[in-house]
């Protein structure tokens, strides 16, 4: 009956905290039926889809990233922490013992005689104490350790990913500048042969000196070029270097732009996109904890019963023999006046919990619309590849027709040179086509989760 009434007044004194909050109704996701212009497929991404460009080099550089970038080894020293944490919050619900000793030799005045006495004294203690967690405070810290233990777990894989495909999008990007190089420098050597012809057709007075200015222009206008091309390759490939997690250095080259393959990635449904992507998991997990955490704060106002014992032996010089010494006890605490602050601590909590379901919504949003982009890039800028294409071709044409009837004299050398600034744009747009089509494929991988499927969500 004295357990049922102090039961009966925890509780009552528990309703203080209020009605449990729900999560707010405009956090709550509503994932598309479908993509806008895509078809799911069933197939899953693997986890080393890098290996779909068929490049042993851009291969083993994001494995180089996977291992030794500064960015995941961070995010791994969080993980550990957060393990640590969870240990902790774990370690909370088992009783805690310890052990402790002490002496003294003390020499004093018998009260009874006068005269002096000394003694030696000592005592060894084991106390025990332990919380019994009725309200489920301690159980509801370790549930919110753990789920912060998964998030962090999930952010070192959404970190991985990013590593990857920056460093697949960045060897992308610095093959695309190579073939620009490739690109000027025979350009470069097309108009140095044409300058030569032009100097040598004006030094026996075959052609007016024009067509010498022209030609010394057009070859002065593609060597200016080299060098920025030149400084940009040297700054992806020190931007490739930090990713690797290494000093400044040259980076190996393996395909050719034009060689990569071109994989064709799988999509699946918008639903299944919540479970693939490690952020939305990381946002899941941090909703886990910041709901648990609510639980602790509201438990704070119920009572905290605490049990206590201790055992241990006492022995002096002034006993005929020692003893030994035991204490049972416990207490029960129950915050009557706190001023509003445990309230306050509830009301803090819910907020931080809406904020993370908030977040979660945030993070689902932002997937959406990512693979929408990356399926619409792919797309289009597929199409403008193969438009790219066909004009590379026809002003390569062009530019032939054009000096076969400079050399004919039957037009001006400016014909030529305007078809040769033409295919020379052309060619350039088209290497930056292949880039951008390339590296909305890393994208789409990123955006569909690059094959990283949590192990469980937490719970």
């Known amino acids: 009956m004295k357990r049922f009434l102090v039961l009966s007044m925890a509780c009552m004194l528990g309703a203080c905290a209020g009605p449990r909050p729900d999560v707010p109704v405009s956090a709550q996701v509503t994932p598309p039926a479908g993509w806008r212009d895509a078809a799911a497929t069933p197939a899953s991404v693997n986890i080393d889809w890098w290996r779909s460009f068929n490049d042993p080099v851009l291969t083993q550089l994001v494995e180089t990233a996977l291992a030794n970038n500064t960015d995941i080894a961070l995010a791994a020293a969080r993980v550990d922490e957060a393990r640590y944490g969870y240990q902790a919050a774990e370690g909370a619900l088992l009783p805690s013992l310890s052990v402790s000793a002490g002496g003294a030799y003390s020499r004093s005045i018998s009260s009874v005689t006068g005269r002096p006495v000394t003694q030696t004294a000592g005592e060894a203690d084991l106390p025990l104490s332990y919380e019994a967690d009725l309200s489920g405070r301690l159980r509801n810290a370790s549930k919110a350790a753990r789920a912060s233990l998964q998030a962090s777990e999930y952010a070192r894989e959404a970190t991985r990913l990013s590593v990857a495909g ?16 490739a690109l000027l420098q025979e350009t470069l050597n097309t108009r140095e042969q044409a300058l030569a012809a032009a100097r040598h057709r004006a030094d026996v007075g075959y052609s007016p000196k024009l067509e010498l200015q022209q030609a010394q222009a057009e070859y002065s206008a593609a060597q200016q070029l080299i060098p920025a091309v030149e400084l940009a390759i040297r700054r992806q490939e020190d931007a490739l270097s930090v990713l690797l997690g290494d000093n400044p250095r040259a980076i190996e080259r393996g395909a050719a732009l034009g060689d990569l393959t071109v994989p064709v990635v799988p999509v699946s449904l918008p639903s299944g996109l919540l479970r693939n992507r490690p952020d939305i998991a990381q946002a899941e997990a941090q909703i886990v904890a910041a709901d648990r955490s609510l639980d602790v704060a509201r438990s704070a106002f119920m009572p905290t019963i605490r049990l206590t014992a201790s055992g241990g032996y006492a022995t002096s010089d002034l006993l005929p023999h020692g003893y ?134 937490a719970s």
């Open 166 to 181: 920056a460093t697949a999008s960045g060897y992308v990007t610095l093959r695309a500048l190579d073939a620009r190089l």
């Open 324 to 457: 030994d010494v035991f204490s049972l006890g416990g207490n029960i605490v129950q915050p009557l006046f706190q001023g509003g602050r445990l309230k306050a601590q509830a009301g803090a909590a819910a907020s931080r919990r809406d904020q993370a379901a908030f977040a979660y919504k945030k993070a689902a949003l932002n997937a959406f619309r990512e693979v929408e982009d990356s399926l619409a890039a792919v797309d289009r800028i597929n199409a403008q590849q193969l438009i790219l294409t066909d004009q590379t071709v026809s002003l390569a044409e062009a530019y032939r027709l054009a000096g076969n009837r400079y050399r004919a004299g039957y037009s001006p050398y400016l014909e030529q040179i305007d078809a040769q600034r033409a295919l020379l744009g052309a060619q350039l747009n088209l290497i930056q086509a292949q880039s951008d089509h390339l590296n909305a494929i890393v994208g789409l991988y990123q955006a569909v989760g690059g094959g990283v499927v949590p192990s469980e969500h």
